[in-house]
């Protein structure tokens, strides 16, 4: 049978779309309950963890999402920009991360800030960096924390964004 739109809203209403990871983080634990708290406590909007590649800031992202998602009544999110080519693609990118179907005429980035635009969630939008080159990507970030306002975004990248209201993470060895 098919499934109503209000029953599928439900089904979403505290997602957990986090990727399983095998190993175990160690020795990060610090660094892990600042992240946390920065996002849980200081309600932080915008935090960007940023360090050289190989330093562990996805893991980091995600076993903070993790420890947090009981956190947010709408859960948490991971979403790869890796496969991204510009930033006319994030916004399918983040439908497709959160299960969402986008329809009809009207454009994905007003569907996916529709969705987003009451949800108290985390998202996680990795691999930020090479979309810096492209302004289309802060305008697009901007555009998304405007519009949903109780969204917090972990953003990880080797450099910061240069965002108002930006915090930034550094992750050393």
């Keep these: 049978h098919v499934q109503s739109q209000a029953a599928k809203e439900e089904q979403r209403a505290s997602l957990i779309a986090l990727p399983q990871t095998t190993n175990v983080l160690i020795g990060r634990e610090a660094e892990a309950n600042a992240l946390q708290q920065m996002l849980l406590e200081e309600r932080s909007r915008l935090v960007t963890l940023i360090g050289v590649g190989g330093m562990g800031k996805t893991r980091l ?3 903070s999402a ?5 956190h947010l009544p709408h859960g ?26 986008l329809q009809g005429s009207t454009a994905a980035d007003e569907q996916v800030f529709d969705w987003l635009a009451d949800r108290h969630m985390l998202l996680i939008l990795d691999n930020f960096e090479h979309l810096l080159t492209d302004n289309g990507a802060i305008v697009w970030l901007k555009d998304l924390l405007n519009r949903a306002p109780a969204l917090q975004l972990l953003v990880t990248s080797r450099e910061r964004l240069r965002i108002s209201g930006e915090r930034v993470f550094e992750l050393s060895g």
Excluded: E
Excluded at 66 to 70: D, F, H, S, V
């Design 66 to 70: 993790q420890a947090l998602a009981g």
């Design 61 to 63: 992202a995600l076993q």
């Design 76 to 101: 948490v999110a991971f979403v790869a920009l890796t496969p991204l080519q510009s930033a006319q693609h994030l916004s399918a990118a983040l439908a497709d991360a959160l299960g969402l179907t």
